[in-house]
């Protein structure tokens, strides 16, 4: 089965490769800002399908579902909360879609579909006005549908509060059999990395880790640069694999468009540099695309090599 294949692989020292970004190749085709991505799965199917094809065409080993934002917290922002389920299956489909077209009769296992669970963009009690109870049951309810749909891996990513990320977590364990990744999103305050609620590298391994995630790492954030200090500072903390996908650096805003300045040549040796650091799986996030997603596959092929 592609689930134990996925943790195998992983084990046996192989570096999988991800995808890059859904959001900002969708404005790159006409998405208006702080729309709804996700609706996208079933009213613009063949974008969708498009950009999954040509992550699969640039190497990646790995794509994620266009369902970050398809928990019903966020959805319900949209009033789009009762097509969840809905959502969550097209953008499997789509996916499977796009891999069969790319790599026809892949055996089972070559490749991945990571469902991808961002954060409720809630606060949770004392703080805020959302019940761990509800926090908890939405991730399930995410989890529940991803798992309908067929993915092979559950992707809970873009993390800043610790208690969330547990909870997305053990929803994911408790509610199915399938590998789980879990990443934070950390920035730079001095020497040390943490996220914006202040949660430290070293207590999102351990509480990650005892949470059941399977695959640790971190994602978004403010460039590749910045993301070399985070892997190093987790490799050493622990020997699960990790995920890295940075950010293609931070955007700079030019007509109310965003631009992102760390091009494929730019990311280069800064990809590179992950790869020797020990990351397990790599791609990239806001502002990356398929060109720096061939840059990176060309880097792991030579290092494989080696």
Same mark, same amino acid.
């Given at each position: 089965?592609?689930?134990?294949?996925?943790?195998?692989?992983?084990?046996?020292?192989?570096?999988?490769?991800?995808?890059?970004?859904?959001?900002?190749?969708?404005?790159?085709?006409?998405?208006?800002?702080?729309?709804?991505?996700?609706?996208?799965?079933?009213?613009?199917?063949?974008?969708?399908?498009?950009?999954?094809?040509?992550?699969?065409?640039?190497?990646?080993?790995?794509?994620?579902?266009?369902?970050?934002? !398809?928990?019903?917290?966020?959805?319900?922002?949209?009033?789009?909360?009762?097509?969840?389920?809905?959502?969550?299956?097209?953008?499997?489909?789509?996916?499977?879609?796009?891999?069969?077209?790319?790599?026809?009769?892949?055996?089972?296992?070559?490749? /991945?579909?990571?469902?991808?669970?961002?954060?409720?963009?809630?606060?949770?009690?004392?703080?805020?006005?959302?019940?761990?109870?509800?926090?908890?049951?939405?991730?399930?309810?995410?989890?529940?549908?991803?798992?309908?749909?067929?993915?092979?891996?559950?992707?809970?990513?873009?993390?800043?509060?610790?208690?969330?990320?547990?909870?997305?977590?053990?929803?994911?364990?408790?509610?199915?059999?399938?590998?789980?990744?879990?990443?934070?999103? /950390?920035?730079?305050?001095?020497?040390? /990395?943490?996220?914006?609620?202040?949660?430290?590298?070293?207590?999102?391994?351990?509480?990650?880790?005892?949470?059941?995630?399977?695959?640790?790492?971190?994602? !978004?954030?403010?460039?590749?640069?910045?993301?070399?200090?985070?892997?190093?500072?987790?490799?050493?903390?622990?020997?699960? #694999?990790?995920?890295?996908?940075?950010?293609?650096?931070?955007?700079?805003?030019?007509?109310?468009?965003?631009?992102?300045?760390?091009?494929?040549?730019?990311?280069?040796?800064?990809?590179?540099?992950?790869?020797?650091?020990?990351?397990?799986?790599?791609?990239? !996030? !806001?502002?990356?695309? #398929?060109?720096?997603?061939?840059?990176?596959?060309?880097?792991?092929?030579?290092?494989?090599?080696?």
């Amino acid at each position: 089965m592609a689930t134990s294949v996925f943790l195998q692989r992983l084990g046996s020292g192989e570096i999988l490769v991800c995808d890059g970004a859904m959001g900002t190749e969708l404005q790159k085709r006409g998405m208006p800002g702080g729309g709804c991505s996700e609706t996208y799965n079933s009213t613009h199917p063949e974008t969708i399908r498009e950009i999954y094809t040509e992550y699969f065409k640039a190497g990646s080993d790995m794509i994620e579902t266009n369902t970050f934002g !398809c928990n019903a917290y966020r959805l319900r922002q949209h009033s789009m909360e009762s097509r969840l389920e809905e959502y969550c299956a097209q953008a499997t489909v789509l996916a499977r879609e796009a891999l069969a077209a790319v790599h026809p009769g892949a055996a089972q296992g070559a490749y /991945f579909i990571s469902g991808s669970i961002g954060p409720t963009g809630e606060m949770l009690e004392p703080l805020g006005e959302a019940a761990e109870a509800d926090v908890y049951q939405a991730f399930a309810r995410q989890v529940d549908a991803l798992v309908a749909s067929g993915v092979d891996v559950l992707q809970v990513e873009t993390m800043m509060a610790i208690d969330e990320a547990l909870l997305a977590v053990r929803a994911a364990k408790q509610h199915s059999t399938l590998p789980v990744i879990a990443t934070m999103t /950390f920035e730079q305050n001095g020497t040390e /990395f943490n996220t914006m609620w202040g949660v430290t590298i070293e207590e999102a391994v351990t509480r990650l880790s005892e949470a059941g995630a399977d695959v640790l790492g971190a994602n !978004c954030g403010n460039g590749f640069d910045e993301m070399i200090g985070i892997i190093g500072a987790m490799r050493a903390l622990t020997k699960k #694999p990790i995920l890295a996908k940075a950010n293609a650096g931070l955007p700079e805003v030019v007509d109310g468009v965003a631009h992102y300045r760390q091009t494929p040549e730019v990311i280069k040796e800064k990809a590179a540099r992950l790869i020797a650091l020990g990351v397990n799986i790599i791609g990239g !996030c !806001c502002g990356t695309g #398929p060109e720096h997603i061939a840059t990176i596959r060309r880097l792991v092929n030579q290092a494989s090599k080696k």
